[in-house]
């Protein structure tokens, strides 16, 4: 199944909002619904972002994000989106994400900002350089520690933001820069179930060499094939 064969469009009733509760939950593997149907009813009452993607009438991946702001202008902060396992890779989820830029900039808004692991290479080479998301910063821990064995302990998160608009370019440094590659691990997941204790490494490596490079000025320009973060610093 491919991007033209799924519905994706916002949702308006309970029933939905039910439906893409108990989507989510699929997805994640949890036994208890990670967003409240009263919580989805009011985000969309409210204005915000709840849409569903629906493949012969059930649902397959689900969206919502509330009203924000990047930079001074207006935004809409992803906060979660998911697609059922066995579909990541046939487009659903390029559609989802167009989806969502095409009503945001309906409604004047400028921007879509949200939030991922940048352990998962995955997610990193999707948001960088497939759809052309900004790099804004690095979050320490930003959701907390989990215990659980099978999560990934501290959460760090890389804050994004995508223009809804055409023709906005990802900025770069001004003058001389410092060219760095900051690798990340084939499969994060795979690393945390089987060593747990490198799992943690990894994630202090990546702090300890992307954080800094972000708060001193440094901009994330690519994201390689072979799974690295290309980050220019200015040489002052």
Do not use: C
Request: charged share 20%; glycine share 12%.
């Amino acid at each position: 199944m491919g991007e033209g064969d799924v519905d994706i469009r916002t949702l308006e009733t309970a029933d939905d909002m039910a439906a893409i509760g108990t989507v989510f939950q699929q997805i994640w593997g949890t036994t208890t619904p990670i967003v409240a149907t009263d919580i989805l009813m009011a985000l969309s009452h409210a204005g915000g972002y709840v849409a569903g993607a629906f493949d012969s009438g059930h649902a397959v991946g689900a969206s919502f994000g509330f009203l924000a702001e990047h930079q001074g202008e207006r935004a809409l902060y992803s906060h979660v989106t998911g697609i059922l396992p066995g579909l990541q890779h046939g487009g659903v989820g390029r559609a989802m994400k167009q989806h969502q830029r095409a009503w945001a900039a309906e409604r004047g808004i400028a921007w879509i900002v949200w939030t991922f692991d940048p352990l998962v290479r995955r997610n990193a080479w999707f948001n960088i350089e497939v759809i052309g998301a900004q790099v804004v910063s690095y979050l320490v821990n930003f959701l907390g520690t989990t215990d659980d064995p099978h999560g990934e302990g501290e959460t760090d998160r890389l804050v994004v933001a995508w223009p809804t608009s055409d023709g906005v370019e990802r900025p770069r440094p001004f003058g001389e820069v410092e060219t760095t590659h900051i690798e990340t691990p084939d499969d994060i997941f795979v690393v945390r179930r089987t060593d747990p204790s490198a799992a943690a490494d990894w994630r202090i490596h990546l702090r300890n060499e992307l954080a800094p490079l972000l708060q001193s000025g440094g901009v994330v320009t690519a994201f390689t094939r072979d799974g690295a973060y290309v980050v220019d610093t200015p040489i002052s």
